[in-house]
């Protein structure tokens, strides 16, 4: 082993005999000393924490409350959603779309609508944007996604603590692929 010795005085005799003896010396660490066997208790194992039962999707608000001036003479409704928040979908309905439609050259349309909801979150009042196509399928199309339009409820949207009618556009998306048999 090679150590150094701090005392200068002393022969490197002595300091190498002082390295070799058996009897530990306190500025001097050993290979022996440094390697010590310790005995480490473990931590008892933990128990596994009990099993969470599942997130249930958090509850959509059902009611929308805003701060914003009273409607101006001559409007019905606040346009949604630049006047006041879109008010959140509570309950949509199933587009029934008729046999005779699917299938055909079209693989989907898409209708947009301008729907009023009222002070209780009902659809009221349902306009067609641009005009509707005379020609089949179109017509029964319109018909089928304004009868779900009609099922559909919204949260209700309070302006200056009264419940108050929003006009909102509404696209939908039909497929009218035929189903895999």
Aim: proline share 12%; glycine share 4%; charged share 25%.
């Amino acid at each position: 082993m090679i150590g150094v010795c701090p005392r200068a005085g002393l022969a490197l005799v002595v300091c190498g005999a002082l390295l070799l003896s058996a009897a530990p010396v306190p500025w001097v660490s050993t290979a022996s000393a440094a390697v010590k066997k310790k005995t480490v208790k473990k931590a008892p194992r933990k128990k596994p924490a009990p099993k969470k039962k599942a997130a249930r999707a958090p509850k959509k608000k059902k009611v929308v409350t805003v701060d914003v001036p009273p409607l101006p003479p001559g409007r019905t409704c606040y346009r949604a959603p630049s006047e006041v928040p879109e008010p959140p979908l509570l309950k949509s309905a199933e587009i029934e779309v008729p046999d005779t439609v699917k299938g055909g050259a079209l693989k989907s349309a898409l209708l947009v609508y301008d729907v009023t909801i009222d002070k209780s979150g009902h659809i009221s009042e349902v306009k067609t944007v641009g005009a509707p196509p005379k020609e089949p399928p179109w017509p029964q199309l319109h018909e089928s996604a304004i009868e779900a339009l009609k099922k559909y409820r919204y949260a209700k949207t309070v302006v200056r603590r009264a419940a108050a009618p929003v006009c909102l556009l509404v696209s939908l998306n039909i497929d009218l692929r035929r189903e895999a048999e």
